[in-house]
């Protein structure tokens, strides 16, 4: 395939945290309001309950068909990967029936007023998880063949109509927050569905054109076009038929052996991963230690503290997940493999790896002096007044460096680990999540609602220890050593602990009189906490550069 992997990669990932800070934004200033207008109760039902219903349906049923198809297009025929990932609709149908009655029978909803619409909730998340899932087909075939800027747009539509249409009933009537949200819910993901539809049945029946030089177009810029349809030779898909699922004479010939049993895998792995990411809030649900109006305060602060992850290590995991699988083989030990693509392979691991920990360790310094700063901005006086927002904002700092570390390492050792080393891996993760429900039940007793994070933290230094022992035996036959990049520096810390004094300083004695002053003394030293970085790094930032630049001057010579 003539397409740049690494450089198809790095543009996801940067499209994605350009995408996420901007909607970020957005959705900052929407959720301030939502916070000061809309009752706690509520909120603590729809982010904790329904969301978690969401991300329960989705996870398993979605998850392990897209990473088992993510690392195989050039080893199974596209036909076996598209009935393969068809079936995780009617999974996800069934799983929907199931969650939705323990959600409505068998766990608790304190206040009867809000009966009715939690059932609709309920419902609505569930139908709009199937639907999201029959366009897991395409959603795979644009990752696979790099439109980068496809998913991209269609992100920020989901968020755009999403927050139009929440909004629109909310104002209306404050009382209908969770029919707001379960509409708004569905209503988006409709648009998405569509819009995977509309745009690959738009590029079939353009391609054709623009291979015979016949194609122009007044609303896409011929650079656009250009980008679209070069270098896509190996685009299989003639007719949206072909994104539907098709019967080959037998079960064995419309399903692969290999790619099911990958898939069985991953989704044994799903379950118990499912537990470790969302465990919190499967035990505040199934035996509430909080009410929901403390669960709701937990899960402003932990999406507050969360936004690191969400709108940085996530693009980042995402697309380096999808680099390893196309550069490393899972089943050749790496001496076997092209040592070409070992060697960038080890070079991205242990830079990702320096710059995430990087990044979370600026959030744990700069977050000890500005949780209460962004608190106060984000919910107001009131909503901080208890001071347990801005102590569990602060104790989450510590969790982002660890979710930095692990989620790299963890995702370079799933996309290489072989099936059997993923069915061997499934029974470990069992153990991290029991003892981790374990931890959070008892941690929770005894510390309040800051042990959920304490109990993370203990989980994910436990699977960041088995991550770093699969990647050093995973190189130990090479010269290569990718977890170096695990060391920041010392010019760089040296740069940070000097910053985290000055910003301390600040908050004692500047923000009660001046947040702006403090603030401003924060950016000062964050700028200088970049720039050391940079300094120490200046290889990795020329490199960078260097690649920005040429891709600018491949841009410039084709328009």
């Known amino acids: 395939m003539a397409r740049n992997l690494l450089m198809s ?88 029936l199931i969650f939705v009655y323990i959600w409505l029978n068998m766990l608790p909803l304190s206040n009867p007023e809000y009966a009715f619409q939690y059932a609709f909730g309920c419902w609505s998340i569930a139908f709009s998880c199937v639907l999201e899932l029959c366009s897991a087909n395409m959603a795979l ?45 569905v209503g988006s993901i409709g648009v998405i569905v569509l819009s995977y539809y509309l745009f690959f049945f738009w590029y079939i029946r353009n391609k054709p054109l623009y291979a015979k030089g016949a194609l122009k177009s007044k609303l896409v810029p011929e650079s656009i076009m250009y980008k679209l349809y070069d270098n896509m030779d190996d685009f299989q898909f003639t007719s ?5 699922p098709k019967y080959m004479g037998s079960f064995n010939s419309t399903f692969n052996k290999k790619l099911s049993s990958l898939t069985i895998s991953f989704a044994k792995q799903g379950v118990v991963k499912q537990l470790l990411t969302e465990g919190e809030k499967y035990v505040m649900s199934v035996n509430p230690v909080m009410s929901f109006y403390e ?17 940085i290590f996530r693009p980042i995991e995402d697309s380096s997940y999808f680099y390893f699988t196309q550069m490393v083989n899972r089943d050749l030990p790496l001496h076997k493999q092209d040592q070409y693509k070992v060697q960038e392979s080890c070079t991205v691991l242990s830079q990702v790896c320096k710059t995430v920990t990087s990044i979370g360790l600026i959030v744990l310094v700069f977050g000890q002096s500005y949780a209460r700063t962004l608190l106060l901005l984000y919910g107001g006086e009131a909503f901080v007044a ?57 941690l929770t007793y005894v510390l309040g609602p800051v042990g959920f994070i304490v109990s993370n933290c203990i989980n994910m230094f436990a699977r960041i220890l088995h991550s770093i022992h699969f990647i050093k035996d995973k190189y130990k036959d090479t ?34 009189d001046s947040i702006i002053m403090h603030i401003t003394v924060g950016a000062v030293c964050f700028i200088c906490v970049l720039l050391a970085w940079a300094y120490e790094n200046r290889q990795l930032v020329i490199k960078m550069y260097k690649k920005l630049i040429a891709k600018e001057d491949i841009k410039v010579s084709r328009d």
């Open 141 to 185: 075939v644009a990752q696979l063949y790099c439109f980068v800027k496809l998913k991209v747009a269609l992100d920020t539509l989901h968020i755009f109509v999403r927050s139009i249409l929440f909004l629109s009933i909310i104002i209306y009537d404050r009382s209908l927050a969770l029919i707001a949200f379960s509409v708004a819910q």
């Open 386 to 442: 208890s001071g347990l927002p801005v102590q569990l904002l602060r104790s989450h700092c510590l969790a982002i460096v660890l979710l930095a570390i692990n989620g790299v390492t963890e995702c370079y050792t799933f996309a290489t680990m072989t099936s059997a080393q993923l069915n061997n891996y499934n029974y470990l993760m069992v153990f991290f999540s029991i003892s981790f429900l374990l931890l959070s039940y008892v």
């Open 9 to 96: 990669s790095l543009e996801n990932a940067s499209f994605n945290i350009l995408f996420q800070i901007l909607f970020r934004c957005i959705t900052f200033l929407i959720n301030a309001w939502v916070i000061r207008n809309v009752e706690h109760e509520v909120l603590g039902i729809m982010n904790v309950r329904l969301l978690l219903l969401e991300s329960t349906i989705l996870f398993l049923s979605r998850e392990p068909f897209t990473r088992a198809c993510l690392g195989q297009k050039d080893e199974f025929s596209w036909s076996h990967m598209i009935n393969q990932i068809w079936l995780s609709v009617p999974i996800s149908f069934v799983l929907s």
């Open 240 to 244: 949206i038929k072909d994104f539907l």
């Open 479 to 512: 010269s290569y050593k990718p977890l170096e990049g695990l060391y920041v520096g010392k010019v760089f810390i040296l740069a940070l602990s000097i910053g985290g004094c000055v910003t301390k300083v600040s908050e004692n004695n500047l923000l009660n």
């Open 295 to 311: 669960q709701a305060t937990y899960d402003v602060v932990n999406n507050l503290g969360s936004l690191a992850a969400r709108f």
